[in-house]
């Protein structure tokens, strides 16, 4: 195992699947590569009218998840003498990770997941469920319940 892509949404899950990313990268002498993907909002009104983030404001969100995601890998590097690398997309959070992961010719996939209930999970959906069942590399679910 060469590669690891670390799904990062800037929360407690996300830093706990970090550590088990760092874990396992160092006892296999692999790389991490941490993604953080975000979506632009568009906002829909009852008449069937878009609003669509101005150039500014995408850019503006950009800028901040970069910095959010520059102060992730600042916190862990060089820990455990492991590699870490950060990517930065927009788009659509399940699909890019996949993406990414091929791009990379990722050897695993590290993501956190919430414990959210059934009513919350078929509402919002699963990110990493939706990872588990589209990436063709394969995915290891760090569970929030790990959270002490």
Not at 87 to 112: K, T, W
């Amino acid at each position: 195992m060469k590669t690891l892509l670390l799904a990062h949404d800037f929360d407690e899950t996300s830093e706990l699947a970090l550590d088990k990313a760092i874990e396992l990268a160092g006892k296999l002498s692999a790389k991490i590569v941490v993604a953080h993907v975000y979506s632009l909002p568009v906002y829909t009104f009852p008449e069937g009218s878009s609003l669509i983030p101005s150039a500014e404001d995408a850019a503006r969100l950009a800028d901040a998840a970069q910095r959010s995601l520059d102060e992730v890998l600042e916190r862990r590097r060089g820990v455990a003498g492991v590699e870490l690398s950060g990517v930065l997309r927009a788009g659509v959070p399940d699909e890019e990770i996949c993406r990414l992961a091929d791009e990379i010719s990722a050897d695993m996939i590290v993501i956190g997941t919430h414990r959210r209930g059934a009513i919350a999970r078929a509402l919002l959906g699963s990110v990493a469920q939706r990872v588990v069942r589209a990436a063709k590399a394969p995915v290891l679910s760090v569970r929030a319940s790990e959270i002490s």
